[in-house]
T-cell receptor
Framework: QKEVEQDPGPLSVPEGAIVSLNCTYSNSAFQYFMWYRQYSRKGPELLMYTYSSGNKEDGRFTAQVDKSSKYISLFIRDSQPSDSATYLC???????????FGKGTRLSVIA | DVKVTQSSRYLVKRTGEKVFLECVQDMDHENMFWYRQDPGLGLRLIYFSYDVKMKEKGDIPEGYSVSREKKERFSLILESASTNQTSMYLCASRGQGRTGELFFGEGSRLTVL
């Protein structure tokens, strides 16, 4: 079993929809949880970062981590065509260790 | 503005050729990483380095080697390229800070014929 599982999609939604992207992880030692956004033919960029459990909000984006169920979520409100990209969840433990990535979910927001 | 620069965006090589992919970061980061990204397989870690002249194998090191002679530069080497190494290669760097944000380059798309 891969340490971070993510449904690859693709996911297609109309403009203005609420989008929910989800991952599960298996390593209980994971403490840092991140969401990266990758536009076509570009490298991934950090979108949201959460330490341990809880919620974090940044504009239209909300990241949630539930450590009891090992569940990572990203919510996008009022989705825009510019949100069309691949979203990658990633986690790591507290040491100086590499990030473990999910496979990424490809999102299309249709105007 | 922080930057991770990969020397070549697109390369076409022949089977058996030696291939060098260069990566330079200007953030004085200790940690550098090489990933490959393939459809349906996501990002897979090839090698990483915590310091100059240090290297650690990632999940898929077979067929690859790396070199880190200077802190800012991390090179990925394909000693004898094969068609199954056709992929997008992404270099990344990270400082020692708590959040450990990974900064990626734009990627190098390698095609091996």
């Amino acid at each position: 079993q891969k340490e971070v599982e993510q449904d690859p999609g693709p996911l297609s939604v109309p403009e203005g929809a609420i989008v929910s992207l989800n991952c599960t992880y298996s390593n209980s030692a994971f403490q840092y949880f991140m969401w990266y956004r990758q536009y076509s033919r570009k490298g991934p960029e950090l979108l949201m970062y959460t330490y341990s459990s809880g919620n974090k909000e940044d504009g239209r984006f909300t990241a949630q981590v539930d450590k009891s169920s090992k569940y990572i979520s990203l919510f996008i409100r009022d989705s825009q065509p510019s949100d069309s990209a691949t979203y990658l969840c990633a986690s790591r433990n507290s040491g100086n260790t590499p990030l473990v990535f999910g496979k990424g979910t490809r999102l299309s927001v249709i105007a | 503005d922080v930057k991770v620069t990969q020397s070549s965006r697109y390369l076409v090589k022949r089977t058996g050729e030696k291939v060098f992919l260069e990566c330079v970061q200007d953030m004085d980061h200790e940690n550098m990483f090489w990933y490959r990204q393939d459809p349906g397989l996501g990002l897979r870690l090839i090698y990483f380095s915590y310091d100059v002249k240090m290297k650690e194998k990632g999940d898929i090191p077979e067929g690859y080697s790396v070199s880190r002679e200077k802190k800012e530069r991390f090179s990925l080497i394909l000693e004898s390229a094969s068609t199954n190494q056709t992929s997008m290669y992404l270099c990344a760097s990270r400082g020692q800070g708590r959040t450990g944000e990974l900064f990626f380059g734009e990627g190098s798309r390698l095609t091996v014929l």
